[in-house]
């Protein structure tokens, strides 16, 4: 808006400058809208302020303005424009050449002004990043101070537990303690009172034997006094009825107690301790020495595992313990030989089973080392190969899967097909066809037969007729030939006469049919 | 499996002779004496009152038959039938009885435990021990019959005798370091004889033959102990039950524990078998319940039965025992090795229907046999490694490394297995019920009843 200066404005130059300079500054604002407004402004200018730069320059004050141009335009640091003409009339050249450069700078700062809205539009998309960002960060660390807070919270639950559970738990262990020594002295005690009740007891028993043994005697002595015959019921006392005393199991005769006997007992005794101790030490010593055994087979089976003629170790510090192991293999099989003759000896029992001892740890480090390697070895070929491998895999998979899919699809037709021949059809006419074309053949063969066993029943039936005329014929004829037979005899009869030669001849034919009849 | 017919007897009186060739039954007031193949009476005697033990001596050629309420001790001959020995106590009372192991000497307990009195059969000599211990088992003798060994309690201490079978001469007397004993035993090979407390206090203590002290072991204090104890055949382990379900075996060259056994309610090893017996009943027509068939045919109410084998994780059935009463049903109170060394049996008593079978050369759970009654008696074969056990019906169930079988007996009426015991031979098995005994076996003859 400071771009609009009025026409009053314009007696004063100098002033006019400054204010300019101020107003232009202004012009220069942030706003956008505003710088916009005022390049359209700008731009529009020429057209409507045309009759306000009229204003500024009129006939009159060519020389004025020219000279107020100069200024002006010295300021900015362009060169000026010179009035060398005459009558006062500007030549176009220098003007245009400062209109030129006019908008040069114009354009210039234009270019700085787009430049510097860009940046503030940069700035100001920075700022407000910068600002969401905190906002961000903030309520983030609102967020881990409050679980901060909770976590604290717990553990400080969970301490106390645990001191209310420990206090428990004391609690717990001195109640045991006080019940434990409740019971000792309870046990104490019982015991006591125990040991004066079985006084008393013993002292019970003592005195009903002492009583029975007391009524024994008496009655022993009673029957002393009364009757040898008397029979007493002794039911009293204890006694034995044996009708013939029975010999020893073995056959002989008892012994007397006498110390030899003790002494034999005793040494008896000894004798049966001491066997059976001697067979439970041949039992364990013939253990012993199979294990022995067992222990030497072993070591010399890691001795020979852990030799270097194996290639496959490649490491140089492996190589340094094997020659160790294998010299001290050496010395240890020069040993063994020794060990076997001083084999109950405490220091070759040690000595055994120490070689055993480092030549399994031996072992164990051998496969550790082993394991190791293999798994490095593996490693690396995995990952040289890894993605080719996995792609191979997976194509591999993908392959079989599709197969198997075919496969499933295929089984699950036949399935269905299977399932649809058994059960019964649906449709009448469909299954009329289908059985018809599995018994066509039959049918033809069938129709075939049909045709030839008619065809033999109409022959048989023509037969049948042939020979029935033929019987009927033959019925005929010989009722004919009785006839002739029965006509025969009877002339033959009527001719026993003398009238024999006249009725020969007429007889001639019948007698040759006759003769022919007669002879079967 | 043939079985033979049914005998009577009482008390569950009912004994094979050591050599295997008789079989005596007490019924009443008789002793019944059969040859054990042809189940044809031998030998008929009768005694004074109804007898309430009965034993062979070691020889087979005599029975011994203890009448307690009268006090009388009756002596049978095999060889002389007409022989007869009568042995009074007379008031001083009878307790116990029993042979001594050379077949000629009888040991009577009288009442209270005052003394035990050593009759010969061979001589007019008696012996007196004083203070026997009344006990659960007071009185060992070792398997050679050599050595005799007896608890005697004098003055609130615990004294152990070892007498001499030979002529009773005292061999070794030695305080015994129990609170209270309550048993001892010999081990097989007559050299050690295990001593253990009674069940107030874990304690078991192991002496040589001449008296010293080898080892004692003592698992826990305070808690309920020792229930029962086996010796195994061959000496090498010492099996120790006890209140808390779990056995210990000790070993015989150290005398410490090698391993423990539990009962777990839950059986999750895997490597054990638990076979569960499941009974399935006949299917019955109504048009078949004629008198006829109720009477003859008796599997009408007998239910078969068979094994099954469960899947693991298997559940044990546990019956609590009161807490408030004395003797809980709770612990392990029946050991038996078997003939070979190679397989032990135990019954909890809290798991009674359980029967649970280790084998010794793994020292872990072999198999566990699951009735449907409570376990009433179980018997190992003296030859094979055979198990027999009843249940109080009328089945016997036998099992073995190869499976397990459940035999009915089809006798006549129902035959209820109360107990059972093998034939020295380990060829037939003899099963008493409350009042009969039946014999089964591969060459057991089925007679008709004389």
Partial sequence: MGDWWTPTMMPDPSLDTKELSSISGISMSPSRQNLHHSLHSTMALPKTSYSVLSAFCTEENISQCIAYIN??????????????SKSGSLSAVPVLNLLYEVLQLQRRAQRALHELETQQLKNGSDLEHLQHSNCRLKDQLEHTRRDNSGLHEGERQLQLKIKTLQNWLKSEKEEVQKLQSIISSR?????????RKE????????????????KRDKKLCESFQMSYFCILCLHLCSAIEISNHVGRSDGKRGLWKTGKMEARHEGEMYRALLSDYETRQRSLMMENSELKKVLQHMKKDMITILSPKKPCIKTEPANDSLEQAVSEGEEEIGDSSRETLEQSCEQAREQLTNSIRL?????????????SQASLVACQEREGEEMMSRKEHEEEMQRMRMELQQCKEFIHMQQQLLQQQLSSPCDEETAALLNDCYTLEEKERLKEEWRLFNEQKRNFEQERKNFTEAAIRLGHERKAFEEDRAAWLKTQFLNMTPFVDRKRPALSEPHSALSVGECP | MNFSEVFKQSNQLCKVSPDGKYLATCVQYRLVVRDFNSLQIVHLYTCLDPVMHMEWSSDSLFILCAMYKRGLVQVWSLEQPDWHCKIDEGSIGLVSSRWSPDGRHILNTTEFNLRVTVWSLCTKAVSYIKYPKACQKGVDFTADGRYMALAERRECKDYISVFVCDDWHLLRHFESETQDLAGLEWSPNCCVLAVWDNCLEYKILLYSLDGRLLSSYSAYEWSLGIKSVAWSPSSQFLAVGSYDEKVRILNHITWKKITEFEHPATIINTKAVVFKEVEK??????EDLSIHQLTVDNSLFSTQSKYEITQLPAQVPVIKPDPDRANPKIGISALAFSADNRFLATKNDNMPQSLWVWDMQRLSLLAVLEQTAPVRCFVWDPRRPRLALCTGNTKVYLWSPAGCVSVNVPVEGSFQVQSL??????SSLVLLSKEHICLCGASVASFCLQ
């Fill in chain 1, 71 to 84: 200024q002006e335009v010295c300021s900015l640091g362009l060169t000026g424009v010179s009035l060398e």
């Fill in chain 1, 187 to 195: 046990a104490t005690q019982y015991n006591h009172d125990t040991k």
């Fill in chain 2, 421 to 426: 015991f093998w034939h020295c031979s380990g």
């Fill in chain 2, 281 to 286: 009943r006949p299917v019955v027509g109504s």
């Fill in chain 1, 199 to 214: 006084r008393e007891c013993t002292k019970l028993k003592e005195r009903l034997n002492q009583l029975l043994m007391d």
């Fill in chain 1, 359 to 371: 030549q399994w740890r031996k072992l164990k480090s051998h496969m550790e080392r082993l394991d």
